[in-house]
């Protein structure tokens, strides 16, 4: 295993071969796997290689696919696939070891540069001072430091490679438009920095939203929850809105893009799914639709969630349908700690008479905090009986 001066030397050398293999108009074809190599053979390569043959240098072309699989642990198929890529390519003179340098400096782990690499291998011929720091500063000056700036840019290392002026900081500026708050752009850039690269369909997509009335806020929530929708092709989100409208949202109403948002995420068949089992229940095509459109997250449980939820309300609350289809946000509840123990405690205080509680779907829409002090510590004499019921599995446990 090399250690840390082995492997910057190593960089270094790999550099130097490669760059006199461009300079020589020499194409690599790294087709063959030839064993690890030592920065001693590669070096000792590197003082043969003006005298070296047409056949010994196709031989020796294979070093690169080798370095990058034993140094940066890329996978076989991977190191010959970015082989390929770089072959014939000109890199100006910039060696490995100082964009190595570069990185270790400002904070990364060798995990983070060999996450680098193996998604944008040419960063390595980046050179520093003119490509790489000022990408880096315009990071640092939104707010990323230490950890969160190394992780951000392992995570979306196509931004080392995209236009500062052209693409990452007219992007930023768009982005903030959007979000006001710093804490906030934090937030959404380390969730969806795949978008900065893609300035112009970003930008253009906006407008298009906007022209729905898709506004402020509005885009803030797709950006947070639905990125990609963002980063589509303009036919592909009309599309999406079409459909919306033709479920029933309306282009002003502010649940358009929440229902924009499970539409983009879903697939036809799945969403058909979720209303033929809701429909199985009894529930008609247009009741299935309203608790979509009233709480369109509802498509995203799971199935057996679902199906769950439906037939405890329906059964053993004897919730009447239309009430179901009125507040379906309570089939997103859990079932073990918010449901049952809910109806534990109403049916405890109705078999009492301790007060008159409205409806149970009225008690399980309540936050903890309102209900634990209007339905259990209000009874002092009951406190321990009531607490019981609502938490009984737990205290059991």
Partial sequence: MLNKYSWMEECNAYFMYYYSCTQHSLKLHPLLFYPPFSSNSLQS????????????????????????NSNFKLSKPQSIFISKRLSGTTFPQNHPLSVINFFKQIGFFQT?????????????????????RPKVDLFQQLGFQGSDLSGFISKYPTILTASLNKTLVPSVEAIKKIVRNEKDLIHVLCKCGWILPKYQL????????????????????????????????????????????????????????HGLHMISGLRKETFKRKLDLIQSFGFSKDESLQMFKKYPTLFRVSD??????????????????????????????SIEDRVFSGCRVFQLLKSQNLCKVPSFV???CLSEEMFLGKYISKF??????????????????
Avoid at 112 to 132: A, E, G, N
Avoid at 212 to 240: F, P, T
Avoid at 385 to 394: C, E, N, P, R, S
């Fill in 45 to 68: 390569f590197l003082l043969s290689f003006s005298t070296a043959s047409s056949s010994t240098l196709k031989y020796q072309a294979t070093f690169l696919f080798d370095f990058l």
């Fill in 112 to 132: 983070h540069i060999q996450t680098i690499i193996r998604h944008r291998v040419r960063v390595l011929f980046s050179d520093v001072d003119k490509t790489l």
């Fill in 202 to 257: 970003f930008v253009s997509n906006i407008d298009l939203l906007e022209s729905c009335d898709i506004v402020g806020n509005q885009v803030l929530i797709l950006l947070k929850r639905q990125s990609k929708l963002l980063c589509l092709s303009q036919s592909a989100i009309r599309n999406y809105i079409l459909q919306d409208v033709e479920l029933g949202f309306h282009k002003n109403s502010r649940m358009l893009i």
């Fill in 304 to 333: 057996k969630k679902l199906k769950v939820g439906i037939e405890f309300f329906l059964h053993t609350v004897m919730l009447p349908k239309s009430a179901l289809a009125n507040q379906p946000m309570i089939l997103m509840y």
């Fill in 362 to 364: 009225y008690v399980l």
């Fill in 380 to 397: 002092k004499e009951n406190t321990e009986v009531l607490l019981i019921a609502y938490k009984g599995h737990h205290i059991a446990g």
